[in-house]
């Protein structure tokens, strides 16, 4: 089983930039694909970005060219460094990994708040 515990998220103004952070632990034979999903008060959770354990990165049209993931195999950990932020990236922020039996694990969610 994967437990993830997410840092990094707080208030920030518009224009600014968060570095949220998501390490995983427990006892499992590795991971595959990482990735950040987020979910606005009213609305469905979202994509963000994902990356596989070879590097492969994937985002939502409303985050690319300011996002960037990252992860570190060697710590199980991912990143998202979050650049130029708007009022409309405010969310609670997941971290998602899926184990190799193919089960999505879910962190508790940090929240991200952008104000104008």
């Known amino acids: 089983q994967v437990q993830l515990v997410e840092s990094g998220g707080g208030l920030v103004q518009a224009g600014g930039s968060l570095r949220l952070s998501c390490a995983a632990s427990?006892?499992?034979?590795?991971?595959?694909?990482m990735g950040w999903y987020r979910q606005a008060p009213g609305k469905q959770r979202e994509l963000a970005a994902t990356?596989?354990?070879?590097?492969?990165?994937n985002y939502a049209d409303s985050v690319k060219g300011r996002f960037t993931i990252s992860r570190d195999n060697a710590k199980n950990t991912v990143y998202l460094q979050m650049n130029s932020l708007k009022p409309e990236d405010t969310a609670v922020y997941y971290c998602?990994?899926?184990?190799?039996?193919?089960?999505?694990?879910w962190g508790q969610g940090t929240q991200v708040t952008v104000s104008s």
């Open positions: 998602a990994a899926q184990s190799r039996d193919y089960r999505w694990n």
């Open positions: 427990g006892s499992f034979r590795g991971i595959n694909a």
């Open positions: 990356i596989t354990s070879g590097g492969n990165t």
